[in-house]
């Protein structure tokens, strides 16, 4: 049975921080720090936090904007976090509203109505409570009948629950399933950190995913591809357990940390093997691939997989960014260039959806457009 992605849709916060407004609110929180420890510093019992620039943000990820559920409270030197309204229980969650947006969107685009759909798979890489499901609130929230549930594979979260809705589908589980992706990476970003205060954005991206002689439109899957390896150097120990081992909750460990140069030599090889072997398995070659949607984490290493894959410099329209308005946001970067960037294909063009990160984790999704 062949499975087709048959619509994509998007929610995007209407707030968004340039990269000047990020880097004058870190410098101004880089003066309050190191005015209320001056005596620490003067007697060398602390180092002083340097300031951050533009150029530096530009040239370390390829990060011009990013969009946010709050601007206010990542932008106040004394808070340097999303200042977000708890809401009650008989409220629908943030992670949960967002997802309805973008999943009417992505039905819309599909050309289906609510009810064709009979399965939700959330993925995304961090949920803002244990229980219950999010996918079963937005389950609940659209009005579809059948099962939902969350998962998690960070970064590579949207390629794992692709493979997990084409699995449901061929096994007549359902037959046409929402995939959606809620990430508020603002939540686990440290803003008072230099070297990476820069990295995240918010944005939701939803994809319907049903058979083939059900849809007309959009792209088979030709086959779909998962790679894990464990590694520590992307972390993020916040978790239910912290309070129980008298952890302090403000610990910089307790929000998304990495060893970034480790992570960009050991990343690149890992991707560009998987995906070379994806398109080996399906007896193709690179000269096939017409778009490579890639992990929309950072620009220098999307173009060193993309040019190990091709083998000379990418351009543009092989490999689109848009990390560089969205910065990095997670599972949904991908699909976000998927969305984008998937019109001027042709009946018969070949891509790949690919999403790496933390675990570390990849996924890659061979389609063809139809």
């Known amino acids: 049975m062949d499975v087709v992605i048959s619509g994509t849709g998007i929610f995007v916060p209407e707030q968004k921080i340039s990269n000047r407004e990020l880097v004058e609110s870190y410098n101004a929180f880089v003066d309050v720090f190191n005015n209320e420890n001056s005596n620490q510093i003067k007697a060398g019992k602390l180092d002083p936090l340097e300031y951050s620039t533009e150029e530096f943000v530009k040239k370390a990820s390829g990060i011009e904007n990013r969009y946010v559920l709050d601007k206010q409270g990542i932008l106040d030197p004394h808070r340097m976090r999303p200042s977000l309204e708890e809401r009650s229980n008989e409220e629908p969650s943030i992670q949960a509203d967002i997802s309805v947006n973008a999943c009417k969107k992505a039905i819309k685009n599909a050309g289906k109505s609510i009810e064709d759909i009979d399965s939700i798979i959330c993925a995304c890489s961090n949920f803002q409570r244990a229980y219950p499901a999010i996918a079963i609130e937005i389950q609940e929230l659209l009005g579809v009948t059948g099962f939902a549930y969350d998962m998690n594979v960070a970064c590579s979260s949207s390629t794992f629950a692709i493979q997990n809705a084409v699995n449901d589908i061929k096994s ?132 060193h997989i993309a040019k190990k894959l091709l083998g000379r410099e990418p351009n543009e329209i092989e490999v689109p960014i848009v990390l560089n308005e969205f910065a990095n946001t997670s599972s949904a970067g991908s699909i976000i260039a998927f969305h984008r960037y998937n019109q001027d294909l042709q009946k018969g063009d070949i891509g790949v959806i690919c999403s790496f990160g933390a675990g570390y984790s990849a996924g890659s999704v061979l389609v063809e457009k139809l």
């Open 172 to 303: 007549g589980l359902s037959d046409c399933v929402l995939v959606v992706n809620p990430e508020i990476c603002s939540g686990h970003l440290n803003f008072k950190d230099r070297d990476g205060h820069f990295i995240f954005g918010d944005v939701c991206t939803a994809v319907v995913l049903e058979k083939k002689e059900s849809s007309s439109q959009g792209f088979q899957i030709l086959s779909t591809k998962l790679k894990t390896v464990f590694s520590n150097n992307i972390r993020n120990n916040f978790g239910f357990l912290n309070k129980a081992e008298n952890t302090d909750s403000d610990a910089p460990d307790k929000l998304f940390i990495q060893e970034g140069r480790r992570v960009f030599k050991q990343v690149i090889p890992m991707v560009s093997s998987l995906i070379e072997e994806q398109i080996s398995d399906n007896n193709l070659s690179i000269d096939n691939i017409s778009r490579l949607w890639l992990h929309q984490a950072n620009l220098s290493m999307n173009m």
